[in-house]
T-cell receptor, first 110, second 114 residues
Framework: DAKTTQPPSMDCAEGRAANLPCNHS???????VYWYRQIHSQGPQYIIH???NNETNEMASLIITEDRKSSTLILPHATLRDTAVYYC???????????FGQGTTLQVKP | KAGVTQTPRYLIKTRGQQVTLSCSPI?????VSWYQQTPGQGLQFLFE???????NKGNFPGRFSGRQFSNSRSEMNVSTLELGDSALYLC?????????????FGPGTRLLVL
């Protein structure tokens, strides 16, 4: 599975958009980009995933560059409850295996 | 749909004992993955079961084992517990569709080994 690189921490003002970057320069053609978040001591929460196209759901948007070597998770209107560790993971299907890195700690401030 | 259920939520054991943790996946999901989370090592993949067969395995010693039943419920067992096995054990219910695999995590079982 390809390795991802994320900044260790980021701050965001409440109500503003939070843009979390992720580099995955060694991603292969059959690997998806997944985003999860983990609020302290809880199980990771699925946010969104994509293969090539940009994706949007009720929680967030995922922007994947055309060469697929990087992506950005966008939380359009961050709230204090979005404070969490955000994990960007690259994984192929049918493995049941996610490799978690250190993630980005997002602190949303009032 | 009900979410992923893990029991028990908290557990205290002593070194040398064994422990069994249980996971009930989301209805209709046939695959379950298990993970260990510690402050030092982060979230690490243990193994994955699909239709009662172990399909993938992480880099853990043989003391860690699991199984899956015909109703997709899964158990994991750790024998001869060590202090370093203290961790949050997470189970994920895996949905498979045209958009690939999506894992939905349970709340975890927090194990403390004394």
């Amino acid at each position: 599975d390809a390795k991802t690189t994320q900044p260790p921490s980021m701050d965001c003002a409440e109500g503003r958009a939070a843009n979390l970057p992720c580099n995955h320069s060694t991603i292969s053609g059959n690997e998806y980009v997944y985003w999860y978040r983990q609020i302290h001591s809880q199980g990771p929460q699925y946010i969104i995933h994509g293969l090539k196209n940009n994706e949007t759901n009720e929680m967030a948007s995922l922007i994947i560059t055309e060469d697929r070597k990087s992506s950005t998770l966008i939380l359009p209107h961050a709230t204090l409850r979005d404070t969490a560790v955000y994990y960007c993971i690259v994984s192929s299907s049918n493995t049941g295996k996610l490799i978690f890195g250190q993630g980005t700690t997002l602190q949303v401030k009032p | 749909k009900a979410g992923v259920t893990q029991t028990p939520r908290y557990l205290i054991k002593t070194r040398g004992q064994q422990v069994t943790l249980s996971c009930s996946p989301i209805s209709g999901h046939r695959s379950v993955s298990w993970y260990q989370q510690t402050p030092g090592q982060g979230l690490q993949f243990l193994f994955e079961y699909f239709s009662e067969t172990q399909r993938n395995k992480g880099n853990f010693p043989g003391r860690f084992s699991g199984r899956q039943f015909s109703n997709s419920r899964s158990e994991m067992n750790v024998s001869t517990l060590e202090l370093g096995d203290s961790a949050l054990y997470l189970c994920a219910s895996v949905r498979m569709d045209r958009a690939g695999e999506t894992q939905y995590f349970g709340p975890g079982t927090r194990l403390l080994v004394l």
